[in-house]
């Protein structure tokens, strides 16, 4: 069966405020990674973690790429639109928002464009364009 890994779990995980949830949240993984649980990680709470992290947690972007970056560096864990996340990280870490730098990493790696009256995402989708 499959199993979906929600925002709390990860940020349980990465800040370790709660120490009995970080514990369970660490045994998950493990089970998974031993092939005892199926664990699936979607876009929505990749961005949710970097919000939370930023706002509650006060985390710089670097800090918040680096640990998603360890976690979903696990072969036996699916991550959603895992090459896009992966790419969108470099952006992330330069200060932009995650979705945008989702967005930007998004038409990187499918060769599309991005429709958006965001005068600043136009041109950070530019500049990633003629680099």
């Given amino acids: ?13 990465l800040v370790g405020d709660n120490k009995k949830q970080q514990k369970q949240a660490v045994s998950y993984f493990r089970e998974a ?11 929505v709470v990749v961005a949710e ?3 939370v992290l930023e706002s509650v947690y006060k985390k710089s972007h670097e800090q918040i790429a680096d640990g998603m970056e360890r976690i979903l560096s696990a072969e036996w864990l699916k991550i959603e639109d ?5 790419c969108a990280w470099a952006e992330y870490r330069q200060g932009n928002h995650f ?11 499918n060769e599309g464009n991005i429709l958006t009256f965001d005068k600043d995402l136009k041109k950070k989708v530019h500049e990633t364009i003629i680099k």
């Fill in 1 to 13: 069966m499959e199993e979906i890994i929600d925002t709390n779990i990860l940020v349980r995980l």
């Fill in 33 to 43: 990674e031993l092939g005892d649980r199926n664990l699936w990680i979607k876009t």
């Fill in 49 to 51: 973690v970097c919000y």
């Fill in 82 to 86: 895992k090459n896009v996340i992966q």
């Fill in 99 to 109: 979705i945008d730098s989702f967005l930007i990493a998004w038409s990187r790696v």
